[in-house]
């Protein structure tokens, strides 16, 4: 059973530019979710969807959006790039329902500068 | 609003030393879920366990053993004669119930060193 697989694995973006991220959860699972782990600030929770609605939210700045597509891969954005954004993006998929454990992706490790 | 505190930032110990990572949780909600999760350095947040908030039950499994005290809102997590290859961040979390949500709330990580 493949897991949870995110693209790119590095990218390196100025400031100012936007970036897209993509998440493909494991087969079966409809509920994605977006952290954000800095060294500063550790695992934040960014947004979550589950068929293709965002259930929801994290305290970001709305320059951080995402979306869900039928078949439950998600892309997360986000325009107007800050150094401060440089991070680990880290997608987790699960079955919902009684809480199962998440799985997580090896993240996209993004450089702002 | 819920709250995961690992009080631990940093432990290094010897091959085969039991450790235990600690982890306190605060949370409004009646029912909710706890987790450890192990973060190598790959990146990829790798599930340990998980315990619900109405079964305080504690359980060994394997070299893995845990600790649930809700008097205390504790849930910690003890590794039993420790090997290299467990070192890693570990992170403990914290999930509610309310709409159905997902989301999980996680504590600053503690990171683990196994030296041979």
């Known amino acids: 059973k493949a897991g949870v697989t995110q693209t790119p694995r590095y990218l390196i973006k100025t400031r100012g530019q936007q970036v897209t991220l993509s998440c493909s959860p494991i087969?079966?699972?409809?509920?994605v979710s977006w952290y954000q782990q800095t060294p500063g600030q550790g695992l934040q929770f960014l947004f979550e969807y589950f068929s293709e609605t965002q259930r929801n939210k994290g305290n970001f700045p709305g320059r951080f959006s995402g979306r869900q597509f039928s078949n439950s891969r998600s892309e997360m954005n986000v325009s107007t790039l800050e150094l401060g954004d440089s991070a680990l993006y880290l997608c987790a998929s699960s079955f919902p329902g009684n809480r199962a454990e998440a799985f997580f992706g090896q993240g996209t490790r993004l450089t702002v500068v | 609003a819920q709250k995961v505190t690992q009080a631990q930032t940093e432990i290094s110990v010897v091959e085969k030393e039991d450790v235990t990572l600690d982890c306190v949780y605060e949370?409004?909600?009646?029912?909710?879920?706890l987790f450890w999760y192990k973060q190598p350095p790959s990146g990829e947040l790798v599930f340990l366990i998980r315990?619900?908030?109405?079964?305080?039950q504690n359980e060994i499994s394997g070299r893995y053993s845990w600790n649930f005290q809700k008097s205390t809102s504790s849930f910690n997590f003890t590794i039993t004669a420790s090997q290299v290859v467990d070192s890693a961040v570990y992170f403990c979390a914290l999930g509610g119930t309310q709409g159905g949500s997902e989301k999980l709330v996680f504590g600053k990580g503690m990171k683990l060193t196994v030296n041979p």
């Open positions: 949370t409004r909600d009646t029912t909710y879920y």
């Open positions: 315990r619900n908030s109405f079964d305080e």
């Open positions: 087969s079966g699972h409809r509920s």
